[in-house]
Structure formats: structure tokens, C-alpha cells
């Protein structure tokens, strides 16, 4: 696989740069979308700890700054200071200490763990929101699938219990993720309540080990208060159409269901103490398959985050650039 820029999308001060630290797949496949995709970021340095890692050396052949010294080698490299934004494909525990490391230095960070230190942004929901932000989090590839419907719903009725289910294939399942699987229930389901809108949310990951691989597939529940169905599905569906412009593999695998709930349906556990009764089950079925610009087309659950955080980087360097309006983005 090989990548070219020409002079004129290199030219000096017409980019800004990024860095990307974690040289496994993410990070890889991160700075293959960077390459090819962006029209207005390009890469500055690839960050590893591993010398002998495929990121690093693909980097190195495509005559991209490199350093194996982490953060401390990225701080040292000679054009540090011309990095507008950082990437963090590492872990949640390292990010804890990567942005402690480069709070100094006042870059923009793109967390694509589940540390969870900056606000959360997904970029079809919140984006503009973070404008502002130096450090946002790429919540979970569970919760840049999911939260968009969510927040789709809750636009019309409000939702008083989201669950979801992010079925990936095992193969796609790194050790960042195998040892980030608390963090990942955790941060989603929060970040279905705080970004996607609802009273309560839940969420459920797992890993299957079927071969051939399965590409992402994601489910999705809320139980929503009196509303139009036509309008929950027209919500959904518009919704679906946003987060394809940035991650064109993201689609529906099948039609919405908007189904009523039964009075004697028990949702106590659910919904909590208190909570009005909703009147409406709302089912959305997603499956996301990659790009396959470094990862196989079946990781669409890397793929959409590599997607979102390109997304993200582009808006918030443009605006801290040149104050640029979002609408030239879109």
C-alpha cells in the first residue's frame, strides 16, 4: 500500500500538522486517512514505543518524522513546535499521562481512548459544541455508532433508557481495546447520557470470534415518551445520512422499528423510580464496515473511530488556525 502527496499539499503553512502517538492499527490506519482524505491536515510525526512496529516503519518510508520514545521522543523531535493537533491511539491509562506530558505545550488533543479527561464529542452530535476544547474524547467505536441515533431520537421524544449492543469481530479486538473493555461500557454508557440524551444508558460489548470476520454491527434501544413515529424514523434515518459523510461504510441493516409499549410491560429496572412511563420502543439495527485504507474492510469498529477523529481534527485546527467556518467542512 503506498500514499503520495504532491508539492502544492505539503507546501509549508498551508496544512496544519498533526502527530499521531500509538504506531499499532489505529494509529496506522489513522495517518493512511490523514494522508489520503484530509485536505487540511498533514502529517508532522508518528509516535511509538515499539522501533521495530509497521506504523513506525510505514511512516518512515513515507518520510514522515518518527520517534519509538513516546511522548518524551515527540516533545524532543526538532519541528515539535510546528504540531497544531495530537492524536492519542495508545490506551486510557497512558493518555492519563500523555496529556499531563503535553498540557505545557497547549496542542490540540483527539483522545481516541476511553479516558474520557476531555469532553466527549461525536462529530454528527456535538462537534461544535468543543470548539474551543484542547482536549476531546473520541468516546468508545461503540459510542460513535450508537450515540448518533440516540440523540436522533431523543430531537423528538424524550428517552429514558438507551441500551446497546457493539458487536465487533475478535480479530479487530487489539490489546487496547481487550484491556480497555471496563472503560469501554463505562464511558459509552455515560456518554449516551451526556452527549446522546438520555436519563439512562447501558452498554454492552462483545467480541465475536467467528470466522470469516463479521464486520461491526450495533443495536440499539431507547425507550422513548410520546412522540411521532414517522418523525423518530425521519430523525434516524437523516441522522445515518450525517455520520456516512465522514465514515461512508456507516448504514442500517434494516428498517427502524417504533413499536408501542404494553401497559404491563415491567420497566421499573430500566427506567428508575420516579421516571414517567415511556410509550415507545425504538430498535435501530447498524452495521459499519470499514474503508480499508490500512485495517481489513470487516474493522469498521477501528475505522470509525480513525473516521470521527480525522472529522474532529479537521474542524477544530481550522478554527484554531483561521477561524474558519464550519460550513467550509461539510
Not at 516533545?75 to 497512558?94: G, K, N, Q, W, Y
Not at 436522533?152 to 480497555?180: C, L, W
Not at 456507516?250 to 428508575?272: C, F, H, M, N
Request: aromatic share 4%.
Amino acid at each position: 500500500m503506498t500514499a503520495t502527496r504532491t508539492t502544492d499539499d505539503t507546501a509549508r503553512g498551508t496544512k496544519a500538522r498533526v502527530a499521531i502517538i500509538g504506531s499499532g492499527n489505529i494509529g496506522s490506519d489513522l495517518m493512511m486517512k490523514v494522508i489520503r482524505l484530509s485536505e487540511t491536515l498533514e502529517m508532522g510525526a508518528m509516535v511509538g514505543i515499539d522501533p521495530d512496529s509497521d506504523g513506525l516503519a510505514r511512516a518512515r518510508r513515507l518520510g514522515i518524522p518518527t520517534t519509538a520514545e513516546g511522548v518524551d521522543g515527540l516533545v524532543a523531535l526538532p519541528d515539535f513546535d510546528e504540531i497544531d493537533v495530537v492524536f492519542d491511539a495508545t490506551s486510557a491509562r497512558a493518555h492519563v499521562l500523555n496529556a499531563t506530558k503535553l498540557e505545557p505545550y497547549d496542542k490540540i488533543l483527539i483522545d481516541l481512548t476511553p479516558a474520557a479527561i476531555g469532553p466527549f464529542v461525536v462529530p454528527a452530535v456535538n462537534l461544535e459544541q468543543h470548539v474551543g476544547a484542547r482536549n476531546v474524547n473520541m468516546v468508545t467505536c461503540g459510542g460513535q455508532a450508537t450515540i448518533p441515533m440516540v440523540a436522533a431520537v431523543a430531537r423528538v421524544a424524550p428517552v429514558r433508557y438507551a441500551e446497546i449492543v457493539a458487536s465487533i469481530a475478535s480479530k479487530s479486538a487489539g490489546p487496547g481495546t481487550r484491556a480497555n473493555i471496563d472503560e469501554f461500557t463505562e464511558t459509552t454508557a455515560k456518554a449516551l447520557e451526556v452527549v446522546g440524551g438520555a436519563d439512562r444508558g447501558k452498554a454492552i460489548i462483545v467480541l465475536n470470534p467467528a470466522e470469516p470476520p463479521m464486520i461491526m454491527r450495533d443495536t440499539v434501544l431507547c425507550l422513548a415518551d410520546d412522540g411521532d413515529p414517522e418523525a423518530i424514523t425521519a430523525g434516524v434515518a437523516a441522522m445515518v445520512e450525517q455520520v456516512a459523510r465522514y465514515v461512508p461504510g456507516y448504514r442500517l441493516k434494516q428498517q427502524v422499528q417504533v413499536t408501542p409499549i404494553a401497559d404491563d410491560e415491567p420497566l421499573g429496572t430500566l427506567i428508575g423510580a420516579g421516571t414517567p412511563r415511556p410509550r415507545w420502543k425504538v430498535s435501530v439495527f447498524l452495521e459499519v464496515e470499514g474503508a480499508a485504507h490500512y485495517l481489513p474492510a470487516y474493522a469498521g469498529n477501528l475505522d470509525i473511530m480513525t473516521s470521527a477523529a480525522l472529522r474532529t481534527a479537521e474542524l477544530l485546527a481550522a478554527r484554531a488556525r483561521t477561524s474558519e467556518p464550519a460550513e467550509a467542512l461539510r
